[in-house]
């Protein structure tokens, strides 16, 4: 059984900065890395970016060169990096893992594993 926590989200003025914070307990089968979305109400769940076993990292166009991915295996923690917040990156942020390699890695249907989910508001 995987269980996901999301920390460090918060009330930040536009250009601001965040760290996220994905505490990770056990493994999926897959083992395929650890993902991270943003949902707003009223809209899906959407892929942020993910980092993969390999350490390798992908971001989507919306937040790359701002946001970065990396983890601490000592601590099986992932973070989300977050510079030069807009007040569109406004969300609850969450991680997930997924059990299969099946599926389109973009798509909130292909994890099965998810935190609580932290909230990230840019306002001034």
């Known amino acids: 059984q995987v269980h996901l926590v999301e920390s460090g989200g918060g009330l930040v003025q536009p250009g601001a900065s965040l760290k996220l914070t994905c505490a990770v307990s056990?493994?999926?089968?897959?083992?395929?890395?650890t993902a991270w979305f943003r949902q707003v109400p009223g809209k899906e769940r959407e892929f942020v970016g993910r980092?993969?076993?390999?350490?390798?990292?992908y971001l989507v166009d919306s937040v790359r060169g701002r946001f970065t991915i990396s983890r601490d295996d000592a601590k099986n923690t992932v973070y989300l990096q977050m510079t030069s917040l807009k007040p569109e990156d406004t969300a609850v942020y969450y991680c997930a893992q997924r059990s299969s390699t099946n599926g389109n890695v973009g798509q909130s249907q292909s994890y099965d594993y998810w935190g609580q989910g932290t909230q990230v508001t840019v306002s001034s």
């Open positions: 056990g493994r999926t089968d897959s083992n395929d890395g």
């Open positions: 980092i993969h076993w390999t350490g390798s990292t």
